[in-house]
């Protein structure tokens, strides 16, 4: 049953949005498996194994904790372990993720200190370094960063965030959301020396939305000796107390774990460099497209491209989720939808997860036949350009 739409369209439908994205047949299968017993012993060997395994994907020695829920709570997690109420902490708005972050530490009665942007870069590594060296008396617990903003197509440089806080000579902690890039673009947590790296399962992952993750540094356990914001479902001291023996404190989303299983295996089988280049080859020819129909990337700062998707900008006087409406209509393809200011002015391609180079073809192809049927002034050819791009760098 095509429960997804309102009328019957023959054909795969592309979801081709920057998260959940396709799902590989091979996660499915391994997902339809029977339930089995979650305090049971074979359980405890696919935990053990699992929590092992998937440190991997986070470039960590150290432990990842796994949640039944979607990313959100795994922002919140890495609040409440590791800060105390009225704690000042530095966040960056890059985009819409970000400022929901910003939302969820307001909420939580922290105080953040908001650096600012455009919406059309990454965060501003001066700017952090700036205000950390400010703060002479280390009020500021925590640095609070999205890698990749999938609002805006905008990829932040951790290492150089990395590099300004020590500069600075600050011991905050460093919290990185990395929900749309970990599993499609360079990611290290312990090189880059981050405290909490907060994850989901539905983008560069390639499972079904449902779980999220905290990547933990040693420091940052030592901060939540002495954290006092209240948690309980969240609290990462039982969860790894489980976790030593390959179980959780309470009932984990066993066929996720699964498909999650599968997903590293994947992954690692194709190899993170390899997976990592293939995201920027995409990305760069999805650009090529995107400027020769004659159009501008959302994202105005080169070093800052996103390779999980590209948010394009529409000229002035033209509706993106008209052009949006009209693909899903007439092609069967869902795209990203612009978020906050950016609604209308902005749609997104997402190119991540379990994806190759027919299916961008196919992508940047409804995009270009959509564009003419939203009666949207265009340049054609661009599919081509993203062809030849293609092409010569096999
Ligand atoms: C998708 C996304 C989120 C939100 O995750 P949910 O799974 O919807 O809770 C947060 N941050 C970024 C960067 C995202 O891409």
Request: contains cysteine; charged residues 20%; glycine residues 10%.
């Amino acid at each position: 049953m095509a429960y997804f739409q309102s009328k019957p369209v023959a054909g795969r439908h592309f979801l081709q949005i920057p998260g959940p994205t396709n799902v590989p047949d091979r996660v499915l299968r391994a997902m339809d498996n029977p339930t089995m017993d979650h305090r049971g012993p074979d359980f405890g060997r696919l935990g053990q194994a699992l929590l092992e395994k998937v440190r991997a994907v986070f470039k960590t020695e150290g432990p990842v904790v796994i949640y039944p829920a979607s990313g959100t709570g795994a922002w919140e997690a890495a609040l409440v372990n590791t800060l105390s109420p009225g704690d000042r902490v530095l966040m960056c708005e890059t985009g819409w993720f970000a400022h929901l972050w910003h939302e969820m530490a307001t909420r939580l009665q922290l105080q953040p200190d908001y650096i600012h942007t455009d919406w059309r870069r990454g965060a501003d590594v001066a700017a952090i370094e700036a205000r950390l060296r400010e703060d002479k008396g280390h009020e500021i617990k925590a640095v609070c960063v999205v890698h990749n903003e999938t609002s805006t197509g905008c990829t932040s440089r951790i290492d150089e965030v990395r590099q300004a806080i020590d500069a600075a000579g600050h011991p905050a902690l460093l919290l990185v959301d990395t929900i749309s890039s970990l599993g499609s673009i360079d990611y290290r947590h312990d090189e880059w020396g981050v405290d909490v790296t907060v994850a989901g399962s539905q983008k560069g992952l390639m499972l079904p939305p449902g779980l999220s993750f905290n990547a933990v540094s040693a420091k940052a356990l030592k901060a939540s000796e002495t954290a006092r914001m209240p948690r309980s479902f969240w609290d990462w001291k039982p969860m790894l107390a489980a976790n030593a023996t390959g179980y959780f404190p309470y009932t984990p989303a066993t066929n996720m774990l699964y498909a999650l299983d599968t997903a590293v295996d994947m992954l690692l089988e194709e190899g993170l460099d390899n997976v990592f280049a293939r995201h920027d080859r995409h990305a760069e020819a999805t650009r090529r497209a995107v400027r020769h129909w004659g159009f501008e990337t959302q994202c105005a700062e080169p070093r800052h491209h996103s390779s999980a998707l590209t948010a394009v900008r529409l000229p002035e006087g033209h509706s993106a989720n008209a052009l949006r409406a009209a693909i899903l209509e007439k092609f069967n393809m869902s795209l990203g939808n612009g978020l906050g200011p950016l609604n209308d002015r902005v749609f997104r391609i997402g190119h991540l997860g379990d994806f190759g180079d027919l299916q961008l073809v196919g992508t940047l192809g409804g995009v270009e036949m959509g564009l003419k049927a939203a009666s949207i002034p265009y340049q054609a050819g661009g599919v081509l350009a993203a062809m030849d791009y293609l092409n010569g760098n096999a």
